[in-house]
């Protein structure tokens, strides 16, 4: 652990004498996307049957970049929530999206497009979520239950196709992941990986990060992030984070997006119906929606 509380310290000095040196803001780039999408069926002595139903879903995207040779430092936010109503107004919403990802790297020029870094990747949601299988209602996950954090050091390599736009990838052969599960009761359950009454868990390892952002076409945009971490006790097997998100501009206002999800991490188990587990497995959520959007 001493390597990398060395590392978050060479990460503040350096960004502190940058700011300090020239406070000019020249060297920042802020992008961002703001997006509401809603939906909603009224019914009243409808002979055809059907519930009504209200539903939305809100995505953030954020970035700020601060350049200066022979800094980099790169820092963005992916954020969405969305919930569903099916029924009356006594039913309740039932969570469909939620999910908040920030990742943060810095860099120390070598030579080219080819960097020295230091960088954190960490994952959670904002609410409480339940299953509903078998109309049963199970409590699984909260803020910070689970959360997962990064912290490695390596070499990147950055490309810039624009100002806004880039491809990069970073290797750290020094990685250390640490799972997070501070709600009491999935503690006292050891769910995650983590031991029953335990609320971390960490391993070492080694990690390879890729981060994609370009408009491929006019007016569609494509955002994709792809994880990829390997345990020192058992390099043959990869825990994957794969996010992708498209953005399609309709005018100034209104846009359509799709998201898309892929997890693979071998600390989750599920259960069958019969309450028997069979190991870990690929994870695959799809998001899609239209509405208002703001970029800045």
Do not use: C
Request: net charge negative; proline share 3%.
């Amino acid at each position: 652990m001493r390597i990398f509380k060395i590392s978050l310290l060479i990460l503040g000095i350096s960004l502190a004498a940058s700011a300090q040196e020239n406070p000019d803001t020249s060297y920042w780039m802020h992008t961002g996307k703001i997006g509401l999408n809603f939906s909603q069926v009224g019914l009243s002595n409808w002979s055809g049957g059907g519930d009504p139903s209200v539903s939305f879903i809100g995505i953030v995207n954020y970035g700020i970049n601060f350049e200066r040779d022979p800094h980099l430092w790169q820092t963005k936010l992916d954020a969405g929530y969305g919930a569903q109503r099916i029924g009356k107004k006594e039913e309740p919403f039932k969570k469909t999206d939620d999910n908040m990802v920030l990742i943060s790297r810095y860099g120390y020029k070598l030579k080219g497009k080819w960097y020295a870094s230091v960088m954190l990747d960490f994952r959670t949601q904002f609410y409480k979520g339940y299953s509903y299988d078998n109309d049963t209602t199970v409590f699984i996950s909260s803020f910070m239950a689970p959360a997962y954090s990064k912290l490695g050091i390596g070499i990147t390599y950055n490309h810039k196709f624009s100002d806004e736009e880039s491809f990069s990838f970073t290797f750290s052969p020094f990685d250390g992941k640490t799972t997070f599960v501070l709600d009491e009761e999935l503690s006292e359950r050891g769910e995650y990986g983590v031991e029953p009454g335990k609320k971390t868990k960490f391993n070492a390892g080694m990690d390879l990060t890729m981060l994609f952002n370009k408009e491929v076409v006019k007016n569609i945009t494509l955002t994709t992030t792809l994880g990829l971490f390997s345990r020192y006790e058992d390099l043959a097997v990869i825990d994957v984070n794969w996010d992708l998100l498209i953005w399609f501009k309709i005018n100034e206002f209104f846009a359509a997006n799709i998201s898309t999800q892929l997890i693979y991490n071998q600390d989750i188990e599920f259960t069958n119906p019969d309450g028997s587990t069979y190991g870990s497995a690929i994870q695959f959520k799809e998001v899609l929606g239209i509405g208002l959007t703001y970029s800045f």
